[in-house]
């Protein structure tokens, strides 16, 4: 009786891939491809399959392939046809609708001439006959006059393309001759001479002429995005899709490939190369070359020229990129991707690319033609403007922040079920959730065209902490290397720091969708509260009122849920945004995390951190806090609160006292307030704070960022930069590091934007008689948090600030801002 395995097959019309090699073994045969194999275990299963892969060409069900079989042999080709399909080995082909010469088929001529064509589109897919006429019928234009274009048309002509448009400056030969040898052969192809152009440049034509074709190839080198920008910023057409090679500095790029749908540009490129690379790989001046290639139209743009093999080779994959998308069979290798080829040393690279939050070429609006200037901050600004005119329908249901999330919905309650658990003692050893979630971020790494550049620790010493260093551009020329640390694993490490690199990101990078100011614009949106800039927590207190705020964005109490108005340079404090220096540059309120509550969670620990240090700076008594059971002779602090115990507590005290160093841990009195913890670790001029909903939490952060500050600056002290660090002015803040280099003291780690830039924490008041919390040894709730702000008469607002590429890695940023115990705002 056949098996259920030859059941399930007997109908199909299985085709086994053409790179599927059998070997014989001692005791079967093994099937296997570049990628893996399964072996087959029988005595004469070599020499069955010897028979039977022949037949398996789609031409015959497994039934008729089988007929005067045994059972045992039914069952072997059943197994056998499941294993294939299985692993992809073969595939069940579909019974030909046609046949050469039919409507949607190659005329018989093409199928004899162009058969290897077909043939490789039938290893990928289905219909080959009809995917490879799709290609045949496509118009495409080439654009160009180098050498790429005429390798492109070439390889068009040679794979079965039949009509191609192509500049009267490209250089025609060989492709005169394969098009009458095409024709000869029953192939005919149309040549198309295109005459317009664009802005009076002959080597440019406009959509006029060019939205009558299926695709377009834009090449040139460094002249190729005088030809390309003009086109996007007109539009491309609908169904028709733009495939550019070209230049940035002494890098061959091809792609993105873009059509009226994709996100994902040509500028979103020049973006995200421009901030990549690191400060040595000259990626700020090949970006500054192509933007003065498109100010300055006509004249002779700066960059490498792709040449003789090199030329062949990019104007072969192009042809090839038009064939794999026109026929379907495979991807395009340029959809939502960059290849990049260095013109010395021929090195090919690819990265995927994901649309820049600043491009003004991506926006739903610039796509259909409407208000192509406004860009991301313009239609965030049109999402805000149509809340406030009922066109939301609904409190919350606009989203300023484009990140798709409904910061209305937030519920601090949920805050840590959707991250990913950090290590702790008890889990270190099993962290595999923890490596995969630090896989799906690293999305975001990429050296050329990554959100983040590259994972900077590799030649740390991670001992006692492990310190992941995150390396990220801000924008041409602007480098940054966020450090962060954790007790048990890198990968922990790495995370944090991903997570701070986003948050710089978010400030530096990401635009704030914005409300123009002044009284006018405010009388007629009072649809919403408008909170001053006396208000919050944040004010540098200048006495501005609202009336001297020039930009507004919306925000969303975690207490009320209401909606309000707030000031962006709130919101974006360290950009120009807050030129007025109505509030305080800090990092105060950022917050990162899987979900937006985990994001409003961390946001809200820094506003109260933020809160705290200031009354300590103000003159407000901080209590020493003592670690229970500290080493003998330990320097764990003076009597006082007891912060409790648990191994990385213990850990990092005696990884303190291994070296040798003297430390406090300060109580800034934060607990009796809101419910949070925050605690202050400092050594010498070095400091670091914890803030968190218990206690012991709290220690483990404040000293675990202070050690890790002065790991890195004895290992960078003793041992050097790294060479690959290059200059350390040229990340960060040059003043930091020449008031560093002036005091003799190393330079610290960039941990992320400062949460109160210059503090000398040796001015901190103490007292043993301070007010310390008791009691508090169990972590305390979100919602007895926002009860006691409530109670006092303040409010938390929240912010979305993320965009869509760290979206899409799972990473979701914020700014909260505190209010002072005045109410909400005023109409």
Not at 70 to 80: D, P, T
Not at 299 to 324: K, S
Not at 498 to 524: I, M, N, Q, S, T
């Amino acid at each position: 009786m056949a098996t259920a395995a030859y059941d399930a097959v007997a109908a199909s019309r299985p085709r086994i891939r053409r790179d599927v090699l059998f070997t014989e073994t001692p005791d079967g045969v093994l099937f296997h491809t570049a990628d893996g194999g399964f072996q087959l275990t029988a005595r004469s299963a070599y020499r069955f399959a010897t028979l039977i892969v022949p037949h398996l060409d789609g031409e015959h069900t497994v039934a008729e392939i089988s007929a005067g079989f045994g059972e045992r042999q039914r069952a072997m080709l059943g197994e056998l046809v499941r294993t294939l399909y299985t692993r992809g080995f073969a595939r069940d082909v579909p019974v030909p609708d046609g046949a050469p010469g039919d409507e949607g088929f190659p005329t018989p001529q093409a199928a004899r001439r162009f058969a290897a064509q077909i043939a490789y589109v039938d290893h990928y897919a289905d219909a080959p006959e009809r995917r490879f006429e799709r290609f045949r019928r496509a118009r495409v234009a080439v654009v160009g006059d180098d050498e790429t274009a005429r390798w492109c048309v070439l390889s068009l002509i040679r794979n079965g393309g039949s009509a191609i448009g192509l500049l009267p400056g490209v250089e025609r030969t060989g492709i005169d001759a394969e098009a009458a040898e095409a024709a000869a052969g029953g192939c005919p192809v149309e040549l198309t001479t295109l005459t317009g152009a664009h802005g009076g440049d002959p080597g440019a034509p406009s959509w006029s002429e060019l939205r009558r074709f299926d695709t377009v190839v834009v090449t040139g080198g460094p002249r190729a995005a005088q030809r390309l920008f003009p086109l996007l910023r007109e539009g491309i057409p609908e169904g028709t899709v733009l495939v550019p090679a070209w230049s940035f500095g002494e890098l061959a790029v091809m792609g993105p490939l873009m059509d009226r749908t994709r996100t994902g540009c040509f500028s979103c490129a020049v973006l995200r190369l421009g901030a990549g690379g690191g400060p040595r790989a000259g990626s700020a001046a090949a970006a500054a070359d192509v933007w003065s290639a498109l100010a300055l139209p006509g004249a002779d743009p700066a960059g490498g020229r792709p040449d003789g093999p090199q030329a062949a080779m990019i104007g072969n994959m192009l042809g090839y990129e038009v064939f794999r998308y026109t026929t379907g069979a495979l991807g395009a290798e340029t959809d939502g991707r960059l290849v990049l080829q260095d013109m010395a040393s021929l090195d090919v690279t690819s990265e995927p690319l994901l649309p820049h939050p600043r491009c003004t070429m991506c926006t739903p609006a610039a796509r259909t033609g409407e208000g192509t200037g406004a860009g991301r901050e313009g239609r965030q600004t049109a999402a805000v403007e149509g809340e406030l005119a009922g066109a939301a329908g609904s409190a919350g249901s606009a989203d300023p922040a484009g990140d798709g999330a409904d910061a209305a919905a937030v519920d601090l309650s949920s805050a840590g079920t959707a991250e990913v658990p950090m290590p702790t003692a008890a889990t270190a050893r099993d962290a595999d959730a923890l490596v995969d979630e630090l896989n799906r971020r690293s999305a975001l790494v990429h050296p050329h065209a990554g959100v983040f550049t590259r994972f900077a620790d590799e030649e740390l010493t991670q001992l006692p902490l492990k310190a992941g260093v995150v390396e990220l551009g801000l924008g041409h020329g602007s480098f940054r290397r966020i450090t962060a640390f954790d007790v048990h694993h890198v990968a922990g490490a790495r995370m944090r720091a991903l997570d701070a690199a986003a948050g710089v990101y978010a400030e530096h990078v990401v635009p704030v969708p914005v409300l123009p100011g002044g009284a006018a614009p405010l009388a007629a949106r009072r649809s919403l509260r408008v909170t001053g800039p006396a208000e919050l927590t944040t004010s540098s207190g200048t006495g501005a009122a609202a009336g001297d705020v020039t930009a507004w964005t919306v925000a969303t109490s975690l207490i009320t849920k209401e909606r309000l108005l707030v000031p962006a340079a709130a919101v974006r404090p360290f950009t120009g945004r807050n030129a007025d220096r109505l509030f305080e540059p800090t990092s105060a309120g950022t917050g990162a995390g899987r979900s937006l509550p985990d994001a409003a969670a961390r946001g809200l620990l820094s506003a109260l951190a933020y809160d705290a240090l200031m009354r300590a700076v103000r003159g407000a008594a901080a209590a020493p806090v003592d670690i229970p059971g500290p080493p003998e002779g330990g320097q764990g602090g003076t009597e006082g609160a007891d912060a409790g115990t648990g191994p990385e507590l213990t850990f990092l005290v005696r990884s303190m006292e291994q070296l040798g160093l003297g430390w406090e841990l300060l109580d800034l009195g934060e607990s009796g307030r809101s419910g949070v913890s925050v605690l202050l670790a400092r050594s010498g001029a070095l400091w670091a704070l914890g803030s968190e909903t218990s206690r012991g939490a709290a220690a483990v952060a404040a000293l675990r960022d202070l050690l890790g500050q002065i790991q890195l600056g004895g290992e960078q002290a003793e041992h050097g930069k790294p060479e690959e660090y290059g200059k350390p002015e040229e990340y960060g803040n040059p003043e930091q590091y020449a008031e560093q280099e002036e005091s003799g003291r190393p330079a610290c780690p960039d941990t992320g934007d400062p949460l109160l830039k210059d503090l000398a924490p040796g001015t901190l008041t103490v007292t043993p008689s301070a007010p310390a919390a008791e009691g508090h040894e169990e972590p305390g709730t979100w919602t007895d948090v926002l009860e006691r702000l409530r109670a006092a008469g303040r409010d938390a607002l929240l912010v979305p600030t993320g965009s869509a590429d760290l979206a899409g890695a799972g990473i979701t940023t914020v700014r909260v801002l505190l209010t002072e115990g005045t109410g909400h705002g005023a109409q």
